[in-house]
């Protein structure tokens, strides 16, 4: 036996003393489900899968790998894109999930916020805020199985940012345990409070190596009384931008949706489900979706939309619009949006980019990028769409027709990621607008990053983490190797 | 001469080599405005008042100040509340003002952002934006002479941060000068990015202890169509409350201002200033000031306050109610409501405190918290008022009618600021909701914080400046005297 595995040993029979057996996974069918990611990169191994059942035990696991030297991978709902929550392959690394709590401590109508406890699947917040006619905000593909922990922890974005922020704009407080074994109380339900460093936001967007979140206090915002969806046809991306100042000025704060489709994403929705019928007579460039969240009545979110459109119209902004006229056809126009990363699947394996750039750039960002990959590679088809409110695009690149997906991608991937990330560096954008770091982008982001920030982070990681235990090598490479 | 006067000697002569002579300031007539806060609380002395005038002065000014070990204290307009931007007696620390740092660098109307140096005026910033028909949402008192450079580093809220939030949230990318003297750029304008520790919330805050902010890039919004304003008579702090949810439910996002205002308060103010008007024909417990900003039209904001009074007076919950018809009548509402501490300023000196809770609690926090000063200093008045919708309350405590406020002062603001202070923490408030700690309020801060809370912001602090050069003993107390 191994000195690293005789640790392993006694680690986890403490482990088991502090959380019962039941709650210390180590058959390999049991630990399985935790050790890949969700888009099956990554496959990692484990010592043990710890299931705390509350805070204190979450402290008392913590301080039990520090004793004996064991790094922790926290893991919510185990659904991320940046293999942030799988461990590495050395087998020594523990990983404590959060499922087990899931509780929703308190929700308070007046003061307009829910305590909820790490492990609570984003869908179920969502419910207990709608049974209070209050509306929690965040909202994403994955939001049946994530957990508002995993959400925290990479700030995740989703499709109601434009109006309500990302994950971090969400949150007034945050309970953690400390790399040291420590409870930090910070479970704040106030919308002011200046009295010290923001340990908060420093916690969120961390992705666990900073410590573990245990619970959060989040905003809820009063429902609104109707949702109105409608598409926009357009020319460009420069007319798609033109058109969203149009809508901000008609619409303010009641417009929570501004989606990109171009026309090559919907054709392959189109292609792959037939029964998805493309909204309009005429082929367009690009399809916008836009959604309005109304608080006095449908009536006056249908009028204000089709002001709108009638406006832009006019103005030569908009070549085609339709506002929807029942619950079924917003649906149908979700699912336009919706099936685009499906239908990419079904075309075959594709190059992806999460990115974001300055709203304003947008336009010149696509057209500049789509000319050097044609370049690079005639014939490569582009899927772009996305969060064009946010600045935030899905940049994804197919192969060419006919040409073989996986010989595509072991001849272009790196050099398409190179080609991609050096014009959203050129662009001041954020290689990873919404997915994180994790271990899949950490050495492009070094590459990126200035050295003064890399010694800011570095500098933070370890004085909160001097032991480098919390989830070592994301979001900075290990600093022995580094 | 003595060490560390010539100490002080070498240093100011560097910087007048590297700034030159016109902006260093060592006079005592030039440097005096400089050393006294705003609420004329703190006086303190310097070595030298510098003025850089770019960033990479700044840069040099620190590094220099770090070689000669120089403790530097940031300022900008110099308008803080708390003493954060005073030196200590002792001569030896260093003023940096950002003064001459008052560029707007960039504007984006399409990104909606503003890209400004840390030394640009609140109103120019306002004005700049409104030439573009963008509304750059942080408004407070202080505005024609405060500093975006220190609103930022005192996270400070003002009158729209129910709809906008406080300028962190305002905030999307920040420039800072670290106590190394290297310049940090992250001056993004991007919505979404997750790559790494949010560096720029550490500094936002931080009160000048971490780093100096030299730029920023900030939130715009379209400018709305239309203000409406509306004045709400009430029984009291709990009816407010149950009006405050019925405003959220009926106007939503468009909600930008819910202040309450006690009886007393406008009582001072129509004794004080009797051109004022008390604005309905009898006294009511208390009075809300509210506010609507709508994309739409004047006319649709204003039916939309018809509809909400009449059903709050339908429900009991208001018992009177007024919508502006002019925009001289607006300013006459929100003239009574920034009369209130001018008028308690010519009643007399009195103890003043800026505290939140969570706006659920803000009925309770009141009721309790009155009976007990009351039992405690009988006669005693109470002037309470502040941005109900946040949470936030100025809750000062006025002497008994005829008694000296001086003597009054002296016996009791101990003692009431105790009283008050473990109210708050009763209630899971902030003893500083919007005019950070400076040095005024650093002991109450270490005494009602965690241990775990004090370690970790020291941990940061010793991290990031391990000389304890940036601004020493605001926001924690030094480390050798603790």
């Known amino acids: 036996m191994t000195a690293s595995n005789t640790r392993s040993k006694y680690f986890v029979e403490a482990c088991i003393e502090a959380l019962g057996a039941a709650n210390v996974l ?41 004793e004996h030297r064991v790094p922790i991978v926290p893991q919510g709902g185990n659904t991320g894109h940046s293999g942030g929550a799988t461990p590495d392959a050395s087998g020594a690394q523990v990983v404590i999930s959060l499922r087990r709590m899931n509780r929703i401590r308190a929700i308070d109508t007046i003061n307009n916020t829910i305590t909820v406890e790490a492990g609570a699947i984003l869908a179920d917040i969502q419910t207990r805020a709608e049974q209070e006619q209050r509306l929690f905000a965040l909202s994403l593909a994955a939001e049946g199985s994530c957990t508002i922990g995993g959400n925290l922890s990479t700030n995740a974005g989703g499709t109601a940012v434009l109006r309500y922020g990302n994950t971090r704009e969400l949150c007034l407080g945050l309970e953690v345990v400390t790399p040291q074994g420590d409870v930090w109380d910070g479970l704040r339900g106030l919308r002011k409070d200046n009295t010290g460093y923001d340990l908060r936001d420093l916690y969120i967007g961390a992705e666990g190596t900073l410590g573990i979140i245990t619970a959060a206090v989040m905003k809820l915002h009063p429902a609104p009384v109707a949702r109105v969806t409608a598409l926009a046809a357009l020319k460009s991306p420069q007319a798609a931008l033109d058109f969203f100042a149009t809508a901000q000025r008609h619409a303010g704060p009641l417009l929570t949706g501004f989606e990109l ?49 009638e406006q832009a119209m006019e103005q030569g902004l908009v070549e085609d619009a339709v506002v929807a006229d029942s619950l079924s056809q917003t649906k149908a126009f979700w699912n336009l949006r919706e099936h685009i990363p499906l239908a990419q699947a079904q075309e075959g394996l594709n190059i992806k980019h999460d990115i974001s750039v300055p709203i304003s750039s947008i336009g010149d960002f696509i057209a500049q990028t789509d000319a050097l990959i044609a370049q690079a590679i005639p014939g490569v088809r582009m899927v772009t769409f996305g969060h064009l409110g946010d600045g935030n695009l899905h940049y994804n690149v197919q192969a060419a027709e006919g040409v073989d997906p996986q010989g595509f991608l072991a001849e272009y991937q790196a050099s398409v990621n190179a080609l991609v990330y050096e014009q959203v560096n050129a662009f001041h954008g954020s290689i990873s607008a919404e997915h994180g770091l994790g271990q899949l982008k950490v050495s492009e982001a070094m590459h990126y990053k200035s050295p003064v920030e890399i010694r800011l982070m570095r500098a933070i990681k370890t004085a909160l983490d001097p032991e480098n235990l919390m989830n070592p090598a994301k979001v900075l490479p290990d600093a022995r190797v580094s």
Do not use: I
């Not at 050790?35 to 990692?44: A, F, H, N």
């Not at 460039?285 to 709108?308: C, I, K, M, P, Y």
């Open 26 to 66: 180590t058959a390999s069918h049991d630990t399985a489900p935790f050790l890949t990611d969700w888009r099956k990169r990554y496959r990692g191994e484990t010592c043990a899968v710890l299931l705390p059942g509350d805070t204190q035990q979450v402290a008392r696991a913590v301080r039990l790998a520090r």
């Open 261 to 309: 489709m171009s026309d090559f994403s919907l054709h392959l929705v189109t292609t792959h489900f037939p029964q998805m019928r493309y909204p309009f007579s005429a082929r367009h460039g690009q399809t916008v979706l836009l959604e309005l969240s109304d608080n006095e009545s449908e009536a006056h979110g249908r009028a204000l939309f089709g002001r709108l459109m």
